[in-house]
């Protein structure tokens, strides 16, 4: 079992008032457990489900260095006002109560788009969507690694709502971890038995070089309701196109152009 997995375990335990009332909360046997923390035994997907139901992560969440894990945990301590909703923006959850059901949509996607603060290169990143029928959330993480220095990794998390609106499905994210970022993308449903690639147009800014809004097309593939969620994280990141990790017909898609006789960026429906 990674040595992350086992550190970031013992670390969320460690804001409970002990192990055994971890144990007892998951639904796992104690001694089972303790095999997790020490890092002997890596959890089944069943046990991985449950342990990242109850901390509320995602299990590429779980993989990650424990000391960007920590990061995440300093942004949700941070103390909510109770009157964040009040006055002009207390309709916003009947706005973000989704009109239609998202609940075919739920699972994992691979994400795709030019990057604002890298020309030319295409992120890669991992969008969950989940919900409960009214209200639908997403998780999107991205790992960037410097073109030229490798060893140089910024990684950014994205929480955000998702809800069906005018026709299109859309997403309202922050950047979790710095909170210096908000973007919005709008795409169109799904009109096949079976959902595989979303299009869409989206709106934000880069969040480590400079910080130019701008609007870009990008494309959801999905990748179903259970996925292997660490072989997925070792396939995203930052990639030049021509690179196998994001197919040529996926380039064609998500690239940014404005024929002459248009004025405005859009896409079409696919």
């Not at 909510?80 to 959850?93: C, Q, S, Y």
């Not at 710095?178 to 709106?203: A, E, F, M």
Request: with cysteine; proline share 5%; hydrophobic share 35%.
């Amino acid at each position: 079992m990674s040595k992350e997995l086992s550190e970031n375990l013992n670390f969320l335990c460690g804001h409970y008032p002990s192990i055994a009332h971890v144990c007892r909360k998951i639904g796992i046997n104690r001694q089972q457990f303790n095999k997790y923390l020490s890092g002997q035994m890596r959890p089944s997907r069943a046990s991985m489900r449950k342990i990242c139901d109850f901390f509320g992560l995602i299990e590429a969440e779980l993989l990650l260095d424990p000391m960007d894990l920590q990061k995440i945990f300093e942004v949700r301590k941070r103390p909510v006002r109770e009157t964040a909703l009040d006055g002009p923006i207390a309709h916003l959850p009947n706005i973000y109560r989704s009109s239609l059901s998202l609940d075919r949509y739920v699972g994992y996607y691979y994400r795709y788009f030019f990057a604002f603060g890298y020309p030319g290169m295409i992120v890669k990143s991992i969008l969950r969507i989940t919900g409960d029928g009214q209200y639908y959330y997403t998780k999107n993480v991205e790992i960037l690694r410097e073109p030229g220095n490798q060893r140089s990794i910024t990684i950014n998390k994205y929480l955000g709502v998702a809800f069906y609106l005018g026709d299109r499905i859309q997403l309202i994210e922050y950047e979790a971890l710095q909170t210096n970022s908000i973007s919005q993308s709008v795409y169109y449903p799904s009109y096949h038995s079976r959902v595989d690639k979303l299009i869409g147009i989206q709106i934000g800014a880069p969040t480590r070089k400079g910080r130019r809004p701008g609007a870009s097309k990008v494309l959801l593939e999905f990748l179903g309701r259970e996925i292997d969620t660490r072989q997925a994280l070792s396939r995203i990141g930052l990639f030049e196109v021509g690179n196998p990790a994001v197919h040529p017909s996926i380039v064609e898609l998500v690239q940014n152009r404005i024929a002459d006789d248009q004025y405005v960026l859009d896409v079409e429906e696919l």
